[in-house]
């Protein structure tokens, strides 16, 4: 997990060969999710076959064409975990 917090990101417009099966990898922590990251025509490749994405505790939206599909929760979601984690403390 990363131990540094990721927020307000965008990825537009990106194309390309990934070195790597996993293309799109957002590792980040629980205690220090990753948020509104935005991502937009996303196209990766892997030895010719689409790439693949992996996301953990990470939230943000995709829009228009994604290879590989988004892993991303949707913000909302993470509205929803924080207010909860506020509300129980």
């Given at each position: 997990n990363s131990g540094v917090k990721i927020s307000n990101v965008v990825y537009k417009n990106?194309?390309?060969?990934s070195a790597t099966q996993v293309a799109v990898d957002f590792s980040c922590s629980a205690s220090a999710p990753c948020q509104g990251i935005s991502?937009?025509?996303?196209?990766?490749t892997y030895k010719g076959q689409p790439a693949k994405s992996?996301?953990?505790?990470a939230f943000g939206s995709a829009t228009?064409?994604?290879v590989p599909s988004s892993c991303l929760q949707s913000s909302s979601s993470s509205n929803r975990r924080l207010m909860a984690f506020v509300s129980n403390n």
């Open positions: 990106i194309n390309g060969t991502m937009a025509n996303v196209q990766l992996s996301c953990e505790h228009g064409t994604m």
